[in-house]
């Protein structure tokens, strides 16, 4: 097991090649310099508590008080951070493999009715 999270290095946290794509840092006049810090730190934290295998196929929590709640409040930080670029969320669960633990089916089409309203 390894941690997934370890390609690039922004402002000190670490951002995946994946989501720096869909977040598009060099076009982030809509995201302040907190909120991406906010975002950074929540993903350093995911990154701290998830182990992806060598093949990238699944996951495992690494065990210990509180992890869950770490990476869900984690995660809704996520969400409510970049709620204008919803992939960004979707695309964080998938990179870490949490769908093995969220629906992200259901997820998606939650998203999908709270954007039609």
Do not use: W
């Not at 996951?59 to 210990?64: C, N, S």
Request: hydrophobic fraction near 40%; include cysteine.
């Amino acid at each position: 097991m390894k941690h997934l999270v370890n390609t690039q290095l922004f402002g000190g946290f670490i951002m995946p090649d994946e989501l720096n794509e869909i977040l598009d840092l060099d076009n982030c006049e809509s995201f302040s310099e907190s909120n991406l810090d906010r975002i950074y730190k929540s993903l350093e934290t995911i990154n701290d508590l998830v182990l992806i295998d060598q093949d990238y196929d699944s996951m495992q929590v690494i065990e210990g008080g509180f992890s869950f709640q770490c990476i869900s409040y984690a995660l809704k930080d996520i969400e409510e951070l970049t709620a204008n670029k919803p992939n960004f969320f979707v695309e964080t669960v998938r990179l870490f493999k949490l769908n093995q633990y969220l629906n992200l089916e259901e997820i998606l089409k939650n998203k999908k009715t709270q954007t039609a309203a």
